[in-house]
């Protein structure tokens, strides 16, 4: 079954303890992204990879990291975790730019304390 | 700057009536792409439709409808008809040439009343 998983699906932190939530899709896509959904600001880009190690930044990347070693993975790093990153977290991915749809993981609802 | 507007915040309907959302979008690209995504109560993230800036025919998929518009830059999508399960967060969203960048409406909530 395509799909794209994320772990955790849930986490409470505190600030400053350094977290990664991963990503993986087995769609074989050049494509990912991270996003973060807030009410009311509906979905904001992190950052984005077009391929393996390349990476960019989107609307919102204050505070975190990411890496694309491999095709099928795209992990997102806090290192500094802080309150206001409390926030619900998707990963996505497609099969290109442009016109192509994007495929959801589940997401990643962080707290952080 | 690229922006995406969905002006209604919330929508509340009763069963079999006809709604439509509304999405007006900002960019300064001559191709682009725009979407439709609706997130159920359960919280995923389901790819609804696909539209590109050359292609300004109306869809039609059952009881969903969609109204492209360049000249007024909107792409407003209806339910005709609709049921509970119709009740979502509907986001549109737009991506420009090269399109690795997406932004995303704020979302329009929409309660169906049976």
């Known amino acids: 079954e395509a799909q794209v998983t994320q772990n955790p699906r849930y986490l409470i932190t505190v600030t400053g303890k350094k977290l990664t939530v991963t990503c993986s899709q087995n769609?074989?896509?050049?494509?990912m992204s991270w996003y973060r959904q807030d009410p009311g600001l509906g979905l904001r880009q992190i950052y984005y990879?077009?391929?393996?190690?390349?990476?960019d930044k989107g609307d919102v990347p204050e505070g975190y990291k990411v890496s694309r070693k491999e095709k099928r993975n795209f992990p997102l790093i806090l290192e500094s975790p802080s309150p206001n990153q409390t926030s619900l977290y998707f990963c996505?991915?497609?099969?290109?730019?442009?016109?192509?749809?994007?495929?959801f993981g589940p997401g990643t609802r962080l707290t952080v304390t | 700057a690229q922006k995406v507007t969905q002006a209604q915040t919330e929508i509340s309907v009763v069963e079999k009536e006809d709604v439509t959302l509304d999405c007006v979008y900002e960019?300064?690209?001559?191709?682009?792409?725009l979407f439709w995504y609706k997130q159920p109560p359960s919280g995923e993230l389901v790819f609804l439709i696909r539209?590109?800036?050359?292609?300004?025919q109306n869809e039609i998929s059952g009881r969903y409808s969609w109204n492209f518009q360049k000249s007024t830059s909107s792409f407003n999508f209806t339910i005709t008809a609709s049921q509970v399960v119709d009740s979502a967060v509907y986001f549109c969203?737009?991506?420009?040439?090269?399109?690795?960048?997406?932004?995303f409406g704020a979302g329009t909530r929409l309660f169906v009343k049976a």
């Open positions: 969203a737009l991506s420009t040439t090269g399109g690795f960048k997406t932004i």
């Open positions: 769609m074989n896509h050049e494509y």
């Open positions: 960019t300064r690209d001559t191709t682009y792409y």
């Open positions: 990879s077009m391929n393996v190690e390349v990476t």
């Open positions: 996505a991915s497609r099969y290109g730019g442009g016109p192509y749809e994007q495929y």
């Open positions: 539209r590109n800036s050359f292609d300004e």
